[in-house]
């Protein structure tokens, strides 16, 4: 981010007392209408920890195609997104009114005048159907169900996020997703998100672990703001310069 984004009035303001207000988004929107379609080999390969040009054998290849048809009745992607102003922002900050988002995130955005936070899911299905694989004893077929649960969350991020990008203005981009847990951000950051998103209207609570329910779904946020310029939002990847080397979220 450029030094000219850091507003002097937030640098490191102390945490309000109490419960923060939350605030009221600029946009927001449920989206209850995502298709993932089907979830490709190489994606449920990767998820399983094959490596990049590693070919499973037949057995494991059939059984990931059994299993992959059996998902696509139980996938159920569901979405919301929540657009609210940047109020100020450190390289460690960002604020959106009084409340605080903290980690390198803020960084990694670069000058994003406004923030998009996302939740997503693939639905309680998936999970129960690796749980049912696993009470059979095919450990192997839970395996892969909970790996497409994992592409299909993922996946449906990736949707909300393009539903994100349609509410970026001519001459704006939207930068890669972050989520609590990776790239700076600390998964208690969760509880931060889920005060500035409707998550319950898309199906997704926050269990005192911070793991999401159903267990797959992704959150995370977007910075908005211009593509070009001084002020610009980073769009780079920062996983390059990341000592996280077996991260699966590397792109
Ligand atoms: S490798 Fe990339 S995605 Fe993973 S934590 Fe590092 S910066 Fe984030």
């Known amino acids: 981010m450029t030094g000219s984004r850091v507003r002097p009035d937030a640098l490191d303001p102390p945490d309000p007392p109490g419960m923060a207000a939350m605030p009221v988004p600029l946009e927001a929107e449920v989206c209850g209408d995502l298709v993932v379609g089907r979830p490709p080999a190489d994606e449920i390969r990767r998820h399983i920890g094959y490596p990049a040009h590693a070919v499973p054998g037949t057995t494991v290849a059939e059984r990931i195609q059994a299993v992959t048809d059996e998902s696509a009745a139980v996938l159920r992607p569901r979405g919301a997104f929540a657009i609210h102003g940047v109020t100020g922002q450190t390289p460690h900050r960002l604020l959106v009114e009084r409340v605080t988002i903290r980690g390198d995130v803020a960084r990694f955005v670069g000058a994003a005048d406004r923030i998009a936070v996302v939740v997503a899911t693939a639905g309680a299905g998936i999970s129960e159907l690796a749980d049912r694989y696993n009470a059979e004893g095919d450990s192997l077929g839970a395996l892969i169900a909970d790996a497409i649960g994992s592409w299909?969350?993922?996946?449906?991020?990736?949707?909300?996020?393009?539903?994100?990008?349609?509410?970026?203005?001519?001459?704006?981009?939207?930068?890669?997703r972050y989520s609590p847990g990776y790239c700076g951000m600390a998964m208690t950051q969760q509880a931060v998100l889920f005060g500035l998103v409707d998550a319950e209207a898309a199906g997704v609570s926050l269990l005192p672990s911070m793991l999401m329910q159903p267990l797959k779904s992704v959150s995370g946020i977007v910075g908005i703001g211009p593509a070009a310029g001084p002020e610009a939002v980073r769009l780079e990847s920062p996983c390059d310069a990341c000592g996280r080397v077996n991260c699966h979220m590397r792109r």
Do not use: I, Q
């Not at 996946?155 to 704006?172: F, I, L, Q, S, Y």
């Open 152 to 176: 299909a969350a993922e996946a449906t991020a990736d949707a909300v996020t393009d539903r994100v990008k349609t509410h970026a203005g001519p001459g704006e981009a939207v930068t890669l």
